[in-house]
């Protein structure tokens, strides 16, 4: 995607909420909340977004805070213009490990609060493709791609007959979005073939009927990524005794795959250790 080759992309169930109070304390006091109701992060900024205490706890996450909200301030001059405070509240309904986008649903959210655009604040602050904020805006699949660095985002008419058969499994760790794009960009960009191949794949995806089919897509899909990151698909290097067919989802190496299976397929994840496996019909939107 971010060389423009087409990709599907499918919002989930699970996402985050922000709440913004106003009061008179002339601070912004800024609480995030897991999806256990605990609070995981937690600062207080003056006017000029700066910290009122220095958060030792979690000072990149602070840091990464202020820098999003000044160049939203920068994209909206009048975004946070007055001496009033606030207390904001983030509340996320998934696991903040599962890497479903703790910071692109935010860096949504911020932006609808700023009345701005999402995707500008997003290469202004974190970077990545963008398909993230498109899933956020959507209730529904669509086909995304970048033209020239701007969006494109079509409807998907993606509602695979055997979702039965479709299933998310967390691999334990979380990745950085900021380190699998790096590690993309160190490597050759694709040729034009390439990215035929993957439209091609993409689209079949898209109409495809047949799980037989679906499984032989994913894994030339797999077989095209590994030879231009250099790196392994999981499924060669973790599951190769399993009996369905596994698809890398984000950054490869960890945050969550698609397996195809049945009835089996979370018994055979939890005895390799992976007990978060959810079927695709309580995963997507």
Known sequence: MLDGAKALAVPTVFGQDLSVKKNDSNKIHWKSFDHMGEVWFETELDANLLP?????????????????????????????????????????????????????????????????????????????????????????????????????????????????????????????????????????????????????????????????RFDELIAEHEKIISSIIKIEPVQKIMFKDYFGQIKSLGAWGGDFILATGNELTPDYFAKKGFKTVIPYREMVL
């Not at 009048?78 to 599962?98: A, I, M, P, S, Y």
């Not at 959507?138 to 479709?166: M, T, V």
Request: glycine letters at 4%.
């Open 52 to 212: 009122c205490q220095k958060d030792q706890k979690s000072p990149d996450i602070e840091l990464r805070l202020i820098q999003i909200l000044k160049e939203a301030k920068k994209l909206n001059p009048l975004f946070l213009h007055d001496d009033q405070g606030c207390l904001l509240e983030t509340k996320l309904e998934f696991d903040r490990n599962w890497g479903l986008g703790t910071s692109s649903t935010l860096i949504n959210n911020i932006a609808s609060w700023a009345e701005i655009d999402a995707f500008e604040l997003l290469q202004r602050s974190i970077g990545g493709s963008g398909y993230d904020i498109a899933c956020a805006q959507q209730d529904h699949p669509i086909l995304y791609s970048l033209d020239q660095g701007h969006p494109q985002i079509q409807e998907a008419k993606f509602n695979p007959a055997f979702k039965e058969n479709l299933f998310f499994v967390f691999l334990n760790q979380k990745q950085n979005s900021r380190e699998g794009i790096a590690r993309y960009k160190s490597n050759p960009h694709m040729s034009k073939q390439v990215f035929s191949e993957i439209d091609l794949i993409t689209q079949e995806v898209i109409l495809c009927k047949e799980l037989n």
